[in-house]
């Protein structure tokens, strides 16, 4: 047995090396200057340089993405909170016959493929004349925001004891003040993953901000994946610089991410 | 709690309608594009009816781009379940507590970026030349040159491990997590019949998860439909067709090379119709 654990711990260092890696690796590249990129054996060791991560916060295109992607994406956040959780909540906690539809609707949402959406959605917001502006790229993401929120948000609500509530509807407080002085603090935590999940996926998404922007409301995604396209004359760091500024916000959440996993398989062995 | 009250209805029914209208809306314009003729470089059209379709079985790319998406589903989510078994179970095998929240945390990381970043990160690290990926072979051969992004045969394995390097370990995370949730007394049971590990786990465990893995694949099958813009950005679609799913070629043609939209949009549609009633169908037997 002892030299099976031996490989096996190998095989999970090695894999827990690959997880990382190749992302250390652009960082450790954006701080490169050309040449020390350019090589064919891998240079460890080279002179740090900050002019790539200046370059990319300098330039204007990479900073009105910038905006763009935090306005578009907070602001389908916040809808998808203020629209999901209530409607979450209620499901959760006054099923009735149509619940399972319901549940099943919002599920199938994520079933729609993006250029089915995107293609329509273009040539609607041509003919209202909101094509490439945010207000557009919000409530497209809003779909997205609020079906993902609700979705992740009833087994919260649900997991939220039930005495809790009986005890305060005893003490008097209506149906609306227990969501928002009980239920809504209770869950808080595991809805904090959901909206965690639900920023991270539409801050990664591409296809749609692509089809739906053509210079104004470009978000963040669009605007790295338009350095690269300009080839090799973009010096590589440059670039790689503008990948790890683009990964930033997620690895934020990872803490949050993870806490909510846990939470979630917790429940489930109770 | 079967209490007299509003609530149900005012925070059920405007966030159900607004979800409604925002996804009939375009589904529904989809299909009515799909009929007619429209292109982006005039604001003309007339309705050509099915055309688009027929055309489209006609089309021997479109043929190509579904075998591609065919191929993409299935290479993706078999290797992401078999890296994620693999895995989740060697850590609950191998691993100590504090071990299993390092690599836990470690694995979760490559989801979370964004998979244009995922893309670029991997697209740098292929490079024949200079890439971090390629070194070994480089090293081992003496310089000799492999391109894996620009070979027919290896370019869709070569972004497909990507997918799986995005994918494979959040699951094995997943996976962990679902083996942690198990009683331990069948594994008791078990290891005293003098059963193997790996048997334990064929016969005893696995089976056991089967309904929750099961979900898991569904999930990714899901996710692996998005694969546009890991493409987009590491192959665009070549060498040639070889890595031509149906988005990226519903978004060149409507987009890049013709600006065909009514094309581009009849394409969406089928595959509307088709991801809809497979994934409908396989959720109504998960569930059941």
């Known amino acids: ?270 | 709690m079967a209490r007299r009250t509003s609530l149900p209805v005012t925070f059920v029914v405007p966030t159900i309608a607004i979800l409604l209208v925002l996804s009939m809306v375009p589904t529904l314009y989809a299909i009515v594009i799909a009929l007619q003729n429209r292109e982006l470089s005039t604001p003309d059209y007339s309705w050509v009816w099915l055309s688009n379709f027929v055309d489209l079985f006609l089309d021997r790319r479109f043929l190509n781009a579904v075998w591609v998406s065919v191929k993409w589903e299935i290479v993706t989510v078999v290797a992401t379940m078999v890296v994620a078994i693999g895995l989740g179970v060697l850590m609950f095998e191998v691993a100590s507590p504090r071990l299993r929240n390092i690599y836990c945390l470690l694995f979760i990381i490559p989801v979370l970026l964004p998979r244009v970043s995922a893309a670029f990160v991997w697209k740098f690290a292929y490079h024949p030349l200079y890439g971090i990926a390629t070194y070994p072979y480089r090293l081992l051969t003496g310089g000799l040159i492999f391109d894996p992004l620009s070979k027919p045969a290896t370019a869709l394995f070569a972004v497909a491990s990507v997918d799986v390097w995005q994918w494979g370990l959040f699951f094995a995370v997943i996976v962990l997590k679902l083996l942690e949730t198990l009683p331990p007394q069948p594994i008791e049971a078990a290891r005293l019949d003098h059963a193997k590990r790996w048997q334990i786990h064929a016969y005893v465990t696995l089976p056991m998860l089967k309904a929750p893995l099961i979900s898991l694949m569904f999930v990714k099958m899901i996710e692996s439909l998005r694969s546009f813009d890991l493409i987009y950005v590491m192959t665009r679609g070549g060498p040639g067709v070889a890595t031509e799913t149906l988005d990226m070629y519903a978004f060149s043609q409507g987009f890049i090379e013709s600006g065909k939209v009514s094309y581009a949009s009849a394409m969406a549609v089928l595959m509307m119709i088709a991801t809809v009633i497979t994934f409908t169908m396989l959720w109504k037997r998960v569930q059941a």
């Open chain 1, 1 to 270: 047995m002892r030299p099976g654990r031996l490989i096996g711990k190998a095989i999970l260092a090695l894999a827990g090396f690959l997880a990382v890696f190749p992302l250390l690796w652009t960082a450790l590249n954006a701080l490169k200057n050309n040449v020390d990129i350019i090589t064919r054996v891998p240079r460890l060791v080279f002179t740090p340089t900050w002019a790539n991560i200046g370059y990319i916060l300098g330039r204007d295109s990479v900073l009105t993405g910038l905006y763009n992607s935090v306005v578009a994406c907070g602001s389908a956040v916040l809808i998808g909170i203020v629209l999901g959780l209530p409607a979450a909540y209620a499901v959760a906690r006054y099923p009735n016959r149509w619940a399972g539809d319901i549940q099943f609707f919002v599920l199938s949402l994520r079933f729609l493929p993006p250029v089915a959406v995107a293609i329509p959605l273009m040539v609607i917001w041509l003919q209202v004349g909101l094509y490439d502006t945010l207000p557009a790229l919000i409530i497209t993401y809003s779909l997205l925001t609020i079906s993902v929120i609700m979705w992740l948000a009833i087994p919260a609500f649900q997991s939220v004891p039930k005495d809790i509530e009986e005890a305060a509807f005893v003490d008097g407080y209506g149906a609306y003040s227990v969501f928002w002085r009980i239920a809504l603090p209770v869950a808080a935590r595991s809805l904090a993953g959901a909206v965690a999940f639900s920023f991270v996926l539409v801050w990664n998404e591409f296809l749609i901000a692509l089809m739906l922007s053509s210079s104004n409301a470009k978000t963040l995604p669009i605007v790295a994946s338009e350095l690269s396209q300009q080839g090799m004359n973009v010096p590589w760091g440059i670039l790689n610089a503008s990948v790890v500024l683009l990964s930033l916000p997620p690895l934020l959440f990872l803490g949050v991410l993870s806490g909510f996993l846990n939470s979630v398989f917790r429940q489930k062995k109770t």
